[in-house]
């Protein structure tokens, strides 16, 4: 019995395509975990909102970026802020842009909307375009919502770094808590790597 070339590589391609997929699968985060690998976080509102286009000769045509500026304070320091967070994806028009399922909703993001948001710095998301990433995607914004002694934050469920509502004093106390310890835990490796 033959087999042609494209039958037997069949089941490489499937193999090789599964291997991708497991890859994309969404990381489940706790708060300690998104603190760790943050640069900072702010409280804030939407203050602005963009969508650009770039052309790059290596990465491609057609690759756009949502642009939110978000207004505040610093949800570590209480200092007040105002932030650009990039996220792939958006649309420029009614017809030219790009989904991205993993991207918050325009709902999440429209102007005037309180939020808190983590981010991290990249030198390149693609297309050679730097700046501030929103991190872990859509599993980086929260909205809030006033409450009873100061605003709460709205948690997103099982797997998410904030999993139930929590009022963000509350919220701020814990992340300069596990701010604190992963600055001790940096001093004393160091000490550790001098002696």
Not at 17 to 27: C, K, M, N, S, V
Not at 79 to 99: A, K
Not at 159 to 174: D, H, I
């Amino acid at each position: 019995m033959k087999l042609s070339l494209s039958k037997a590589l069949l089941p490489a391609a499937a193999l090789l395509a599964a291997a991708t997929l497991g890859g994309a699968q969404i990381e489940r985060l706790t708060l300690d975990q998104m603190v760790s690998r943050c640069d900072h976080a702010v409280a804030g509102q939407v203050v602005g909102k963009t969508v650009f286009r770039v052309d790059h000769p290596v990465d491609g045509p057609e690759l756009y970026f949502t642009k939110l500026t978000v207004s505040g304070n610093s949800a570590y320091t209480g200092q007040e802020m105002t932030v650009d967070v990039l996220y792939h994806g958006g649309f420029v028009n009614d017809t030219e842009g790009v989904w991205n399922s993993e991207a918050p909703t325009d709902a999440e993001t429209e102007l005037g909307n309180d939020v808190l948001v983590f981010y991290k710095h990249s030198d390149n998301m693609g297309g050679d375009v730097a700046g501030n990433v929103l991190f872990a995607a859509h599993g980086g914004l929260y909205q809030t919502t006033p409450g009873f002694g100061g605003p709460v934050v709205l948690g997103r469920g099982d797997g998410y770094a904030v999993r139930n509502n929590v009022k963000l004093s509350k919220l701020e106390t814990q992340m300069a808590d596990i701010r604190t310890r992963n600055e001790q835990e940096k001093q004393q490796q160091k000490q550790q790597q001098s002696k």
